[in-house]
């Protein structure tokens, strides 16, 4: 089983539309969970963390996470053509070592 | 304005040289890392520092060297036993272990 599973996609939504991204993760000791997006040919750019159970929301931005379950997901609502990208599930390691595991990302396209 | 610089952002090598990635940053954060990204894939950590001279192989650490001499400075040395080098290699920062990352623009080699 991998460490961060993401569904690759490609996923399309139409503008104004929801867009649902979905990731697991394998280790229950993860404490910290990330969405990062990235455009093509550049770099990972941070969206939303998230620590606890629930939803936290940052503007279009929603991020999930339900430990029981180890799974973490991110809305975006009222998406534009900009949202079009790569997202990246990020989890830190149980076992004290911290260090940031990534899925490979799902590449979202939001069509005009 | 703080950030991570990464240079060169683009570099071409030929087979059985070492080169040397830059990264800076001026953020005061004590943990960076490296991450190299292949095509279609997530990110693989390879070296990663939390202090001052101090410094820890990542997963894919093999034919890679770093050093960590200045909280500021985290060169990644690419060497020839690298066996497949061509990627896109990602430095980021911590303000300290567990904590969101931040990127650096990227490196690209290409081993010709």
């Known amino acids: 089983q991998k460490e961060v599973e993401q569904n690759s996609g490609p996923l399309s939504v139409p503008e104004g539309a929801i867009a649902s991204l979905n990731c697991t993760y394998s280790?229950?000791?993860?404490?910290?969970f990330f969405w990062y997006r990235q455009y093509s040919g550049k770099s990972p750019e941070l969206i939303m963390f998230i620590y606890s159970n629930g939803d936290k929301e940052d503007g279009r931005f929603t991020a999930q996470l339900n430990k029981a379950s180890q799974y973490v997901s991110l809305l975006i609502r009222d998406s534009q053509p900009s949202d079009s990208a790569t997202y990246l599930c990020a989890v830190t390691r149980g076992g004290g070592s911290e260090k940031l595991v990534f899925g490979k990302g799902t590449k979202l396209t939001v069509n005009p | 304005d703080g950030g991570i610089t990464q240079s060169p952002k683009y570099l071409f090598r030929k087979e059985g040289q070492n080169v040397t990635l830059s990264c800076e940053q001026n953020l005061n954060h004590d943990a960076m890392y490296w991450y190299r990204q292949d095509p279609g894939q997530g990110l693989r950590l390879i070296y990663y520092s939390q202090i001052v001279n101090d410094f820890q192989k990542g997963d894919i650490a093999e034919g890679y060297s770093v050093s960590r001499e200045k909280k500021e400075s985290f060169p990644l040395t690419v060497t020839s036993a690298q066996k497949n080098p061509t990627a896109f290699y990602l430095c980021?920062?911590?303000?300290?272990?567990?904590?969101?990352?931040?990127f650096g623009e990227g490196s690209r080699l290409t081993v010709l």
């Open positions: 280790d229950r000791g993860s404490q910290s």
């Open positions: 980021a920062s911590s303000i300290n272990r567990g904590r969101e990352l931040f």
